[in-house]
C-alpha cells in the first residue's frame, strides 16, 4: 500500500523558516515526479512546488518564488520544502503529492491537483502576524 507521510508543520511567527517533509512508501517511485500544494480554508487546492526526477527541474508558483525551496532525496523517496520568510497568507495544509505521469502531463505541471496519483495526509502550516 502506498503512503506518503508528511512531517514538519507547526506554528511560526512571520518572518520565520519551516522545513516540511514527504517520505513515501510501498512502491518503486523511479521517475516520478513529487511536489506540494496547500489549500486555505474556504479556497481551492493551490499549487505551490514541484521537483521532477531526471534532470532535476523545479517549478514554483509566483508568490513563494526566492522564499522556498524545493528539493529531494531519491534514495529515501522523499521530498522537502524549505520555506523562509513565511508570511500570514502562506497559512493553509499542504499536502505533499506524486505524480506516475510524464512531468510534461503531470498535475504539477498543469497544476490540476485532481490529476495527482497519490497524496499525503497534510500537514499545518500557521504563520502569525
Known amino acids: 500500500q502506498v503512503q506518503l507521510v508528511e512531517s514538519g508543520g507547526g506554528l511560526v511567527q512571520a518572518g520565520g523558516s519551516l522545513r516540511l517533509s514527504c517520505a513515501a512508501s510501498?512502491?518503486?517511485?523511479?521517475?516520478?515526479?513529487m511536489g506540494w500544494f496547500r489549500q486555505a480554508p474556504g479556497k481551492d487546492r493551490e499549487f505551490v512546488a514541484a521537483?521532477?526526477?531526471?534532470?532535476?527541474?523545479?517549478r514554483y508558483v509566483d508568490s513563494v518564488k526566492g522564499r522556498f525551496t524545493i528539493s529531494r532525496d531519491n534514495p529515501k523517496n522523499t521530498v522537502y520544502l524549505q520555506m523562509n520568510s513565511l508570511k500570514p497568507e502562506d497559512t493553509a495544509v499542504y499536502y505533499c503529492a506524486i505524480d506516475s505521469k510524464y512531468y510534461s502531463n503531470s498535475c504539477f505541471f498543469t497544476t490540476n491537483s485532481r490529476s495527482c496519483d497519490y497524496w499525503g495526509q497534510g500537514t499545518q502550516v500557521t504563520v502569525s502576524s
Open positions: 521537483i521532477s526526477w531526471a534532470p532535476e527541474h523545479t
Open positions: 510501498g512502491r518503486a517511485f523511479s521517475g516520478f515526479a
